[in-house]
């Protein structure tokens, strides 16, 4: 993919127009613009979290880790842990974020949260993140985590 920036006064540095050029639209070409926008839509900083008994706003920022046990999604935060009933896939669409890698069909994580990873069992690797919690990163999403860290 080649990419291109171009002066033009035309165009108010406030709200640019991105061009994107290629023989046929590709599913590369629509990931392009399904991101761009994601990213044209203004980035909410807080997130609604239902609980059993109330409604709890969290900051993106303070949330490390999402992972499905049975039948609830426990979100894990620089504050604590909350426990909610939506599923992982729609918690993710919600959040909205380049921030979030999914690193298991079960879990995501908060990639400013990363500290480490390490070699697990055949083939994963073991993320640690913030508050000494610690996820495991299965073979089938390394691959993307790896390429998001330039590795």
């Known amino acids: 993919m080649q990419t291109k920036f171009e002066v033009d006064?035309?165009?108010?540095?406030?709200?640019?127009l991105v061009l994107v050029k290629a023989e046929q639209l590709t599913d590369e070409a629509q990931e392009v613009f399904a991101y761009l926008q994601g990213f044209q839509r203004s980035q909410a900083k807080l997130i609604p979290i239902k609980t059993d008994d109330?409604?709890?706003m969290i900051r993106l920022d303070n949330i490390i880790l999402a992972d499905i046990t049975k039948t609830n999604l426990l979100v894990y935060t620089s504050e604590g842990t909350y426990q909610t009933t939506e599923?992982?896939?729609?918690?993710?669409?919600?959040?909205?974020?380049?921030?979030?890698?999914q690193i298991s069909k079960h879990a995501l994580i908060n990639i400013d949260h990363l500290e480490s990873l390490s070699d697990s069992f055949s083939g994963?690797?073991?993320?640690?993140?913030?508050?000494?919690?610690?996820?495991?990163?299965?073979?089938?999403?390394?691959?993307?985590?790896?390429?998001?860290?330039?590795?």
């Open 124 to 151: 994963n690797m073991k993320a640690k993140l913030s508050k000494q919690i610690k996820a495991d990163v299965s073979r089938k999403y390394l691959k993307g985590l790896m390429d998001y860290l330039g590795i």
């Open 54 to 56: 109330k409604i709890l």
């Open 9 to 16: 006064p035309q165009y108010s540095s406030a709200d640019p």
């Open 87 to 101: 599923s992982l896939t729609h918690f993710s669409r919600r959040l909205n974020s380049p921030n979030f890698i």
